[in-house]
């Protein structure tokens, strides 16, 4: 009887043990009163502890130690509870001299355990406090903790571009901003926050600023700083006015303008913290402001580069800091490899003894060129004794929304970048800096990225192998951690030697020219050309590659291994996470991977195959092409038959349909690419179509139904697609479009006709109709958007239909299909 006896207590026991919910008290002083920052870090932490069966409290005002779990906020020799500590004889962490430092010690009494977090100052216990929400969501309990936390530079900051904010745009960004450690945050652009002397902007912006006043208070109470930023030069046309300026570095009144650019900005917003610009690049501009680069336009000024940059540097830095007190970022982001981001002499010859080191912080990328593999680390760190900011890019250019790929971890190449940058004696390294948007808390890419990034702001010399297993710990549980961090460690070689060419990246400012965030990018006009111009593109690779074959295969089936055993891992891990659509999502992106990279390969397989027999018809050569196609094929069409394919394969499919022309009659498809007209012929065809729109415009005006008013920023090529009265925007190559203004007046006729296009506003390619709409393509009109001569820039324009024919109206497209 004893011993069924016992049992059955055990039996209870346990059971009763598997629903038991654990409770910690957050013991706060009167210090903390008030804080919102320590309010947010503790119902954080109380959120948490509800998942792992941990109940969390606040007490405050306690006149001794409370009994149980607890978690003393603060050390200070004012805090009545670790004085009391220390007189019972337990040995109280001391306060670090750095004052976003913390000590974080684990004492023991009794049958409970007191965790004290001695932070430098309100902000530093907070910071204390994450420290444990980490480990609890680690560890899925709270563990002992004796470790002393100071972050690495006294700068960490959320990147802005364009018109976007990262990390201030909203309380719940903020509060993100303030788990991930970052004390500076970005805000609107400045366009949208000066109050200019012009409506309606003068309206609009009094709102913006109102909310943005909103914003900054929730952020200071939070212990974080808030700045604006803006592309460089833009303006309001009303500023210009004002003070008679034109857009010439060489009028003087030119810098009276971008003087008081700043002045009004802090004159209406004087709660902002800062400022951050950028040079190159310009993208943030919208409706009636003004973009003008600076450094390269109006070349009547025969001021150089050099000097038209120090000049703008010179004059923000008077207002910005001298004037107003306020802390200016440079971003020194560029496009061009003989400029400011890549040449270390002529960052030099910028940055001066002539521009003060206080208050102004660079920031250079870690890489040298944009966010692709096979990049040199940037050389233009410590070159000056101006302060810098490492700025952190996602290293996943061949990703986009669509996607469904496995993460890319980029922790070890971030790591040795930061030590290769701060170990010099003579660092200038103040800062990191973010640029992926909002910090996500997800096992994607950005999720992995903000982690790294949290991390390695506190410990530049972390092992990556720890901060792997932690996110992994913390998204697919513990059991499962060490296999999905295995996953993850092998994603860089992956993708860096499984979609990169190896031959055609090293040596190039664009190291990734095959690819473009869910591309396969294609050159040359595909709709229209007839892939010659994709050819003439992978006849230049090929030329590069071939004295290096068997070695750029080998390389490329690197990463294809990696991307296998990637597969093969996590479905290993599958079994042991609990959540099975987790299980099946990350599944089904590692197969993504593999379809990918394997793809890729066979497209450049495919591509040795092609110009050989190309140049030498000979059987043997025909034989390798048909074995590489076919495999090819299958590679290809298997990667689109993966569940969420979501993946653009125009590159791809232009060389397969060449390579079986080629393969069916070599004569006719060589034949057919010698008829076709090179680039300059179809543009001057593009120019003739063009012209024929006016004539049709003045001719017809009466006629005309109006269809609608596009304005889209264009970055590469895009197609407008128009059916009825919807439209969608599909990239074709490099940054896909964006379109600001899609105003639809009337829908697209069900019925054969014509759309004629009115320009507006466009670079000189001008867009153009690729197609018409027709039966055969479900009554659709067809825009191409081309940036050329290259360079992000806007194409506004208008659509008009008449029910003529194409051809009656002299406007037949003459492209496509065997026209040529």
């Given amino acids: 009887m004893r011993i069924v006896g016992f049992s059955c207590l055990m039996i209870l026991f346990v059971v009763f043990s598997a629903g038991a919910v654990e409770s910690w008290k957050v013991v706060t002083t009167d210090v903390h009163e008030g804080e919102l920052a320590v309010e947010v870090a503790i119902d954080d932490l109380r959120e948490a502890g509800v998942g792992f069966d941990l109940a969390i409290d606040r007490v405050s005002h306690t006149q001794g ?173 009303s500023l210009l006015e004002a003070v008679n300026a034109t857009l010439d570095p060489c009028d003087p009144a030119f810098w009276e303008a971008v003087k008081e650019k700043y002045r009004l900005l802090f004159q209406g917003l004087p709660e902002l913290d800062g400022i951050s610009v950028c040079n190159d690049d310009i993208s943030g501009f919208w409706d009636r402001y003004v973009p003008f680069d600076l450094t390269r336009e109006a070349p009547e000024c025969d001021w150089p580069y050099t000097k038209r940059f120090h000049a703008f540097v010179k004059a923000t830095h008077d207002v910005v800091v001298k004037e107003c007190n306020k802390t200016y970022f440079h971003f020194t982001w560029g496009l061009r490899e003989h400029e400011i981001h890549c040449q270390p002499e002529v960052f030099r010859a910028i940055f001066t003894d002539d521009i003060p080191t206080d208050d102004i ?28 900011v490492v700025l952190f890019e996602t290293m996943n250019c061949y990703e986009g929304r669509p996607s469904h790929i496995f993460p890319t971890f980029s922790g070890d190449y971030f790591q040795r970048g930061l030590q290769t940058f701060m170990e010099p004696d003579n660092s200038n390294v103040r800062g990191m800096g973010s640029l992926a948007g909002g910090h996500k808390d997800d096992w994607g890419t950005t999720g992995a990225y903000a982690y790294v990034l949290y991390r390695l702001m506190w410990d530049r010399d972390v092992s990556m192998d720890e901060v792997t297993r932690d996110f992994c710990a913390i998204h697919f549980g513990e059991e499962a951690a060490d296999i999905m961090a295995s996953a993850y460690r092998l994603t860089a070689g992956a993708y860096k030697y499984g979609l990169h060419v190896e031959p055609i990246s090293y040596g190039s400012f664009n190291s990734f020219t095959n690819m473009r965030v869910n591309i396969f990018t294609v050159e040359g006009y595909p709709a229209i050309d007839n892939g010659e111009g994709h050819l003439n593109f992978l006849r230049r690779m090929y030329l590069r590659c071939d004295p290096w074959r068997k070695e750029t295969l080998r390389s490329m089936e690197q990463g294809l291994d990696a991307a296998r055993e990637i597969r093969e891992r996590v479905e290993e891990a599958g079994p042991l996470i609990e959540d099975k659509e987790l299980a099946a999502a990350v599944s089904n992106r590692a197969a993504m991977t593999f379809g990918l990279i394997n793809t890729n390969l066979h497209y450049m397989d495919t591509v040795f195959a092609f110009f050989d027999y190309w140049d030498e018809g000979n059987e043997k050569n025909r034989d390798a092409l048909e074995e590489s196609l076919n495999v090819f094929d299958l590679a290809r069409n298997a990667f689109a038959a993966t569940p969420n394919f979501g993946y653009q394969l125009d590159g791809v ?28 012929g179809l543009e001057r065809i593009i120019a003739e179509q063009q012209q024929r729109y006016e004539e049709i415009l003045k001719e017809r005006s009466d006629d005309l139904l109006k269809l609608g008013l596009f304005e889209v920023l264009v970055d590469g090529q895009d197609m407008l697609e128009v059916k009825g009265d919807g439209y969608k925007l599909i990239p074709i190559k490099w940054d896909a479009g964006h379109a600001y203004v899609a105003e639809i007046t009337a829908a697209l006729p069900e019925e054969s006709g014509t759309v004629i296009l009115k320009n507006i506003e466009s670079r000189p390619m001008h867009p153009f109709v690729l197609e018409q709409p027709s039966p055969e393509n479900e009554y659709t009109v067809r825009i191409y958007l081309n940036d050329l001569p290259g360079g992000q820039d806007w194409m506004k324009f208008e659509l008009y239909y008449l029910s003529d024919s194409p051809k009656s109206l002299g406007i037949e497209v003459p492209w496509g299909g065997d026209r040529f």
């Fill in 65 to 237: 130690i409370p009994s149980g779990n607890c978690i003393i906020l603060g050390a200070s020799p004012a805090n009545p509870i670790t004085q009391l500590l220390k007189s019972e004889g337990f040995e109280v962490p001391a306060l670090p001299d750095n004052p976003e430092g913390c000590a974080i010690a684990t004492l023991q009494r009794e049958d409970a355990r007191i965790i004290v977090i001695a932070g430098a100052s309100i902000q530093a216990d907070v910071y204390g406090l994450y420290w444990i929400y980490d480990r609890l969501r680690v560890n899925r309990f709270i563990p002992e903790i004796n470790t002393l936390r100071e972050p690495i530079v006294e700068i960490r900051l959320g990147g802005a571009w364009g018109r976007n904010s990262y990390g201030g745009s909203s309380e719940e960004q903020l509060r993100s901003a303030l788990r991930y450690g970052f004390n500076w945050v970005a805000g609107p652009n400045m366009l949208d926050l000066i109050p200019w002397d012009a409506d309606p902007e003068r309206e609009e912006n009094e709102k913006h600023r109102e909310r943005a006043r909103k914003l900054i208070e929730y952020a200071h109470a939070l212990h974080i700083k808030f700045y604006a930023f803006s592309n460089e030069f833009t303006v309001h046309p």
């Fill in 653 to 680: 499919d232009v060389l397969r349909d060449n390579a079986h022309r080629l393969l069916d009659d070599r004569e006719e498809a060589m034949r057919r690419q010698e008829t076709t007209p090179d680039e300059k």
């Fill in 361 to 388: 912080y660079l920031m250079p990328k870690i890489t040298r060129g944009d966010r692709w593999w096979f990049q040199p680390y940037n050389a233009t760190f410590n070159q000056t004794p101006h302060n810098t």
